[in-house]
C-alpha cells in the first residue's frame, strides 16, 4: 500500500563495521488481505435522528491497495423536506440546491442500496466511519419509501472502533477529521460525502498496516470481533457518563446497524 504507507525512518546500517545492523522494518507484518480492495460509504444528511431525519448527499466507491478511488458514485438526492440551516452549514446542501438539483429520494435511496449489495455480494469490505448511523439512517430510508432494506451488512470495516479499540488511551476527539489527521491521511472538503467516504477507507486501510499483527485476516472475522469491541466500547461509555453524574445518557452499542 505504497501511496498511503508513512515511513518512520528505518535506520541506515553501519558499513564501517565489520557485523552491521540489518536495516530496521517498521512494520514487518503484510496488511491484512481485506485491505487490498475496500468499498467506502458515506451519507449527508438532514440530522442525526437515524428514524426521522433523511439523506441529502451519498457517496459508495472502491479504493485500491493504493488508496485511489477505483470506483465512485455519488448522488445528491431531495429529501422531501427542508434541510435545516444547521445541517446545511455543515455539508454546504441548502433546500434550494436539493429542490432544484436533487434527484427524488426514492430513487437514490435504491441506487445506494444496490451499489452497497453489489460490493457485498462480490465479497468486498465496506468502510463506513461510525458506521451504525450511515447504514441504520439508509434502513429508515428504505422503510419509509418501501425498498427492501438492508438488514444485517457485512462484511463492515469501521475506522472508528478500530481505533478506539487498538489505539484505546490516545486523548482527544475521535471524530473522522481528527483520526485522519493522526493517521496522515490528507481530508479536504469534509462533510462532504465523497471526501469523507476516502478518507475512511484510508484510515482503515493505514490501521490495517500499522496494526497488521494484531487484526483478524479476513473481513469477515474482523466484522465479527467488531461486534463484540463496539459493545464493550458503549458499555465502558455508559460507565463514563454515570460517574460524571450524566444518567439520562444513552448509549446504543448495537453494531453496525441499529
Not at 493505514?206 to 458503549?234: K, S
Request: hydrophobic share 45%; net charge negative; charged share 25%.
Amino acid at each position: 500500500m505504497s501511496a498511503v504507507r508513512r515511513s518512520l525512518g528505518a535506520v541506515e546500517p553501519d558499513r564501517t563495521r565489520a557485523n552491521a545492523a540489518p536495516e530496521l522494518d517498521l512494520w514487518p507484518c503484510d496488511s491484512p488481505d481485506w485491505s487490498r480492495v475496500v468499498g467506502v460509504f458515506d451519507l449527508e444528511t438532514t440530522g442525526v435522528d437515524v428514524t426521522s431525519d433523511r439523506i441529502v448527499t451519498a457517496h459508495v466507491g472502491v479504493l485500491d491497495a493504493d488508496g485511489a478511488p477505483a470506483r465512485a458514485e455519488s448522488w445528491l438526492a431531495d429529501p422531501g423536506i427542508a434541510i435545516p440551516e444547521g445541517a446545511a452549514a455543515i455539508h454546504g446542501i441548502t433546500t434550494d440546491q436539493a429542490r432544484r438539483d436533487g434527484r427524488p429520494a426514492p430513487e437514490v435511496v435504491a441506487e445506494v442500496i444496490a451499489a452497497l449489495r453489489g460490493l457485498f455480494d462480490a465479497g468486498i469490505p465496506v468502510v463506513a466511519y461510525n458506521a451504525p448511523f450511515d447504514f441504520s439512517m439508509l434502513k429508515y430510508e428504505a422503510l419509509r419509501h418501501g425498498i427492501e432494506p438492508i438488514l444485517a451488512p457485512a462484511p463492515v470495516i469501521d475506522p472508528l472502533v478500530l481505533d478506539k479499540r487498538y489505539d484505546r488511551y490516545r486523548r482527544g476527539k475521535r471524530t473522522l477529521s481528527v483520526v485522519a489527521q493522526h493517521y496522515e491521511v490528507v481530508l479536504t472538503g469534509a462533510h462532504e460525502a465523497s471526501a469523507d467516504a476516502v478518507a475512511a477507507g484510508r484510515v482503515a486501510q493505514m490501521l490495517a498496516e500499522r496494526f497488521a499483527d494484531g487484526l483478524p485476516a479476513t473481513a469477515v472475522e474482523l466484522h465479527a470481533r467488531q461486534i463484540g469491541w463496539a459493545r464493550a466500547q458503549a458499555e465502558s461509555l455508559s460507565e463514563y457518563f454515570v460517574s460524571i453524574g450524566r444518567l439520562d445518557a444513552e448509549v446504543d452499542g448495537a453494531w453496525p446497524i441499529r
